[in-house]
């Protein structure tokens, strides 16, 4: 019965009291008297129990609250919780055992623990499970259903009633793999360490022993290293440190002393990267050390002959009386150097590009300064011809100044996008209208105006610039070719015609970067032409032929520039599988200085005819050049009688017009 019910049957009671009182009136004072106190102290210990019943509901609350206080804990702890019986049944497990043993909650209630304790183990949880008494706390061999067996932590404590009899067990349960994982790879490390120590212990001892040998052998390879520090490994010479040292010690000398002369020379050996890449390393060291040999010949004691690197070479003559002594040097040591080299039972020959500088053509205040001038004249000397000496002269210096600034200016053309490409027609000499156009590359050079390739291709190539140079006019000149085609459906333009220089040809990956550019500017490859000069073929070889047969392969089309000033001849080019011959324009102008000239020109074409390639003669400029390249059937024709090469918008102007020759 509630709090509410009872008190109702507390006022029915003390409602019957009342009218039994009132029923009664007519019975003496003292009975009554009687009766009400007994009425008043049974309201008394009424009211006393309402208020007991009271208390007894909050305090029914607060066990229910703690009751679920403790269901939570127990649902959500951490770690694996279970109850059982004092027989090994559980009773009662929370999320996490459930999940470590990989059953379901309502699975585990009823079964054995034993069920989920590995095989091994179990005859010796049977044998804890009876002399369980009070807190255990174990390790164990779990298996999970389905699942493999894992190494736990296992804690149990008893389960009492009020009475002091005991119930059951609690049980928690704790995955310690990891634990365990931690603990091998610990007892692991523990003794490799140890290992190390005594590994490392012997080393030590063996180390300790070698320690008064290796002291005196230091002491000989330090002499050794000195000596390596400040000569060449492979030659013997004195390598560029002991050069400087040498120069710095002659350039002060000549600052206390006016009357002091001394030169510098700078030697390169040339074709020495032919020899070395077709003979060997090996062959080409042996040609370096004779070679260093015959200049140690060509100085006198007080003189320095070293070697910088490679099959470069320095000379410092010291105390000479002027220039004639070094001019002597250098000629005797080209006349050593012309003499064959034996290298292995063969016979090579090789020269020598020499720049000398002398200490009296310019103030020097660094040794430095000395070195970069004959290095400056030596360049020259092989920009001349190579096999020659060359003196430095202040003009060199500007010279080489200017050089390296036209490098700098070209790197910084290509980030300020300042080249350009122009357009010059090719005309069909047989319709006499624009076939299509030769790409012209042009350099917008902020100072020095427009500037033609000649200006500065050399440069680019020397440099690897024109890699990026070339790749960005190849797809400039395709992107407006394209741009044109797509404008002009009614205008025949049918070819573009763009340079390749002898490094784009050899890059590695041109093939993949024309097909890159036709592809981003969608410009079929039929409509380009690409342009190479006789010594590409020449320098390349088979390597040329395969490239070559490539871009064929891709429908591109290929043409010979400038034909007739290269070694290669008609019958050579049969072997490649090119489609067009440009006439060089020195034959084209010198059309009507000799009849031997026009043999020269009807000869190419009718040779070019007969092997199935056409002509175009570059260099047109008068209507009688016109006039005889038609009656040779030379197919097409280019030069300033047509139109000087146009910027694109002029270029676009000159298609609209559709100018007929």
Not at 388 to 404: G, K, V
Request: net charge negative.
């Amino acid at each position: 019965m509630n709090v509410d019910g009872f008190s109702q049957q507390v006022e029915k009671l003390r409602s019957q009291v009342h009218g039994l009182l009132q029923s009664n009136g007519t019975k003496s004072n003292s009975q009554e008297d009687i009766i009400i106190e007994a009425f008043e102290q049974l309201n008394i210990a009424m009211e006393e129990l309402l208020t007991a019943s009271e208390e007894l509901k909050i305090t029914r609350a607060a066990v229910e609250k703690e009751r679920q206080r403790y269901q939570d804990l127990f649902e959500f702890a951490p770690d694996g919780y279970l109850v059982t019986d004092t027989a090994g049944i559980i009773q009662e497990a929370n999320y996490a055992a459930a999940t470590l043993l990989r059953v379901r909650q309502k699975y585990l209630v009823g079964k054995p623990l034993i069920v989920f304790i590995a095989q091994q183990d179990r005859q010796s949880f049977s044998l804890q499970m009876n002399r369980l008494q009070q807190l255990l706390n174990w390790e164990i061999n779990l298996k999970p259903r389905r699942a493999k067996a894992f190494p736990a932590s296992v804690k149990a404590s008893a389960v009492y009633n009020l009475e002091g009899k005991q119930l059951g067990w609690r049980w928690l349960l704790c995955n310690i793999s990891e634990r365990k994982q931690a603990e091998e790879m610990l007892y692991r490390a523990n003794n490799e360490l140890e290992i190390r120590v005594a590994e490392r212990t012997e080393e030590l001892i063996k180390a300790n022993q070698k320690l008064l040998a290796e002291i005196t052998e230091r002491k000989r390879a330090e002499s050794q290293l000195l000596h390596l520090a400040f000569h060449d490994g492979l030659t013997g010479l004195p390598n560029r440190a002991a050069f400087m040292k040498r120069l710095t010690h002659a350039l002060n000398y000549s600052k206390r002393h006016s009357d002091y002369l001394f030169a510098v020379m700078f030697i390169d050996l040339d074709r020495f990267k032919v020899i070395n890449d077709s003979l060997g390393h090996l062959k080409g060291d042996q040609l370096l050390l004779t070679a260093a040999s015959r200049l140690e010949l060509c100085v006198r004691s007080i003189d320095t002959a070293a070697r910088l690197g490679g099959d470069e070479f320095t000379i410092l003559l010291e105390g000479i009386q002027d220039v004639s002594d070094a001019i002597i040097v250098a000629e005797r040591i080209q006349q050593e150097l012309a003499l064959p080299f034996e290298l292995g039972g063969q016979e090579v020959f090789i020269t020598a590009s020499i720049g000398i500088a002398l200490s009296s053509i310019v103030g020097y205040e660094h040794p430095e300064d000395l070195l970069r001038d004959a290095d400056t004249a030596m360049y020259r000397a092989k920009m001349l011809g190579r096999a020659r000496y060359e003196l430095f002269n202040s003009d060199m210096y500007a010279n080489a100044l200017a050089r390296l600034q036209l490098e700098s200016d070209l790197r910084r053309a290509i980030e300020r996008g300042e080249f350009r490409v122009y357009y010059q027609p090719i005309v069909s000499l047989t319709s006499g209208s624009i076939l299509g156009f030769e790409a012209l590359l042009r350099w917008q050079h902020p100072e020095r105006g427009l500037l033609n390739p000649a200006d500065f291709i050399p440069l680019a190539e020397e440099t690897g610039l024109i890699f990026s140079i070339g790749n960005w006019a190849l797809h400039e000149a395709c992107r407006q070719m394209q741009a044109w085609r797509a404008c002009h459906h009614s205008n025949l333009l049918k070819k573009i015609s763009v340079n390749l220089s002898l490094k784009q040809f050899s890059q590695p990956n041109l093939i993949e970067q024309i097909g890159q550019i036709l592809h981003s500017t969608g410009l079929d490859a039929g409509t380009l032409v690409l342009e190479i000069t006789e010594n590409v073929i020449v320098e390349n070889g088979d390597k040329a032929t395969a490239i070559l047969l490539q871009l064929r392969e891709m429908g591109i089309e290929l043409s010979i520039d400038d034909f007739g000033t290269g070694y290669s001849s008609l019958g050579r080019l049969y072997n490649f599988p090119i489609t067009l011959l440009k006439i060089d324009p020195s034959f084209i102008s010198s059309i009507g200085a000799s009849s031997m000239n026009l043999e020269i020109i009807e000869i190419i074409v009718t040779l070019a005819h007969k092997l199935g390639v056409s002509v175009l003669a570059e260099g047109v400029e008068t209507k009688k050049q016109l006039a005889l390249l038609r009656k040779f059937n030379c197919e097409y024709g280019q030069g300033h009688f047509f139109s000087v090469p146009l910027n694109s918008s002029a270029a676009e102007a000159l298609i609209m017009a559709n100018p007929q020759w």
